[in-house]
C-alpha cells in the first residue's frame, strides 16, 4: 500500500547508482518525483523507466547543485510542474581519492561546492514550499566517513560528510517545531559506480572488515530513505543513521 500518496519529492544525484534506486523505491510508494542531476541523459532514461513502472507523476530536471542560479532554475520548474516539496534527498555528491598532501586548493573548494555548498542551496531554496505545507522530510546522504575519518576517500571527502551531520542536526533543531524532520543516512562502502575508484584489493579489504561480510547495496540505503520519508517516521529526527553491516557499532 503506497504511503507517499499525494507527496513531492525531489532526489539530487538521480542519475547515480543510489539516486535511482532511491527514485524508483519513493515513486513505487506513490511520491510526485523529481530527478535531479548534472546527468541529463541518466535522469531523462530514469524517468522513462519511472513512468513505465508506476503511477506516480515523475519529472528529470537537469540541475548543477553546486550553482545557486541552476537550483534557483530547478526549484521553479520543479514548483511549477509539481507543487511545493514535501521530501528533499540530497544525494549528488562525488569522491576523489587523493593524500592530503597532494591536495590541492581547487580540489578542496570543488568537493566543498558539490558536495557540501549543494545541500544548502537545495535545501535553503526548497524549504519555503515545503513550509507551504504540512509534511516536510529532508534526508541528506552522508557516509561513515563522515563519522570515523576518512583517509582512502580523502580528507576533503569526508569533511562534506561530516559538515552533512552538524547540517542536518542544526536544521532539525529549526524545522523540528513544524513537524517536519531532517536527517542523515550514512552508508557504508556502496556497490555504485562511486565504488568504481578503488581497486580489486580494497574492495576486498571493505568486504572483509564488515560484519555482514559484504559492501552496502543501493537497495539498503533506499529502503532507510523510504523509511525516514514515511508517516512512520515522524517523531526520528536528527538521527544519523547508519546503514553500514554493524560496521560502526556505535
Ligand atoms: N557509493 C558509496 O560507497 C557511498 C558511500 C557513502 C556515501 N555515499 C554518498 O551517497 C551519495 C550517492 O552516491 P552514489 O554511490 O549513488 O554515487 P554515484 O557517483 O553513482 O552518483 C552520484 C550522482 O551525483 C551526481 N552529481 C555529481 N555532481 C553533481 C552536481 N554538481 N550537480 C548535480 N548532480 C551531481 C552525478 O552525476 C551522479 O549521478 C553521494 O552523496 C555519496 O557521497 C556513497
Redesign the pocket.
Known amino acids: 500500500m503506497p504511503t507517499l500518496d499525494g507527496k513531492v519529492a525531489v532526489v539530487?544525484?538521480?542519475?547515480?547508482?543510489?539516486?535511482r534506486v532511491i527514485c524508483d523505491r519513493l515513486a513505487g510508494l506513490g511520491a510526485s518525483v523529481a530527478a535531479?542531476?548534472?546527468?541529463e541523459e541518466?535522469i531523462t532514461d530514469l524517468v522513462v523507466e519511472l513512468r513505465r513502472k508506476h503511477a506516480a507523476k515523475c519529472i528529470s530536471v537537469t540541475?548543477?547543485?553546486?550553482s545557486s542560479e541552476s537550483v534557483k532554475r530547478m526549484t521553479a520548474t520543479v514548483e511549477s510542474k509539481l507543487g511545493h516539496t514535501n521530501i528533499l534527498v540530497n544525494?549528488?555528491?562525488?569522491?576523489q581519492l587523493v593524500n592530503f598532501l597532494d591536495l590541492t586548493e581547487e580540489d578542496w573548494d570543488k568537493m566543498l561546492d558539490?558536495?557540501l555548498k549543494?545541500v544548502f542551496l537545495v535545501t535553503q531554496a526548497l524549504l519555503p514550499g515545503m513550509m507551504e505545507t504540512k509534511y516536510g522530510r529532508v534526508i541528506t546522504?552522508?557516509?561513515?566517513?563522515g563519522k570515523v575519518g576518512g583517509i582512502i576517500a580523502g580528507i576533503h571527502?569526508a569533511t562534506t560528510?561530516g559538515a552533512h551531520l552538524a547540517f542536518t542536526k542544526s536544521l532539525a533543531r529549526l524545522i523540528g517545531p513544524l513537524g517536519f524532520t531532517a536527517n542523515c543516512v550514512?552508508?557504508?562502502?556502496?556497490?555504485?559506480?562511486?565504488?568504481d575508484v578503488y581497486t580489486d584489493e580494497q574492495i576486498e579489504a571493505f568486504e572483509t572488515q564488515n560484519p555482514m561480510g559484504r559492501?552496502?547495496k543501493?537497495e539498503d540505503?533506499a529502503a532507510a530513505v523510504a523509511f525516514l520519508a514515511s508517516p512512520e517516521a515522524s517523531f526520528i529526527n536528527a538521527e544519523m543513521m547508519d546503514v553500514d553491516g554493524g560496521y560502526t557499532a556505535d
Open positions: 539530487t544525484g538521480a542519475a547515480g547508482g543510489m539516486g535531479v542531476d548534472l546527468n541518466g540541475c548543477d547543485v553546486s544525494g549528488a555528491g562525488y569522491l558539490v558536495n549543494s546522504i552522508s557516509s561513515l566517513a571527502y560528510k550514512c552508508p557504508y562502502m556502496t556497490d555504485t559506480d562511486m565504488a559492501l552496502g543501493a540505503m
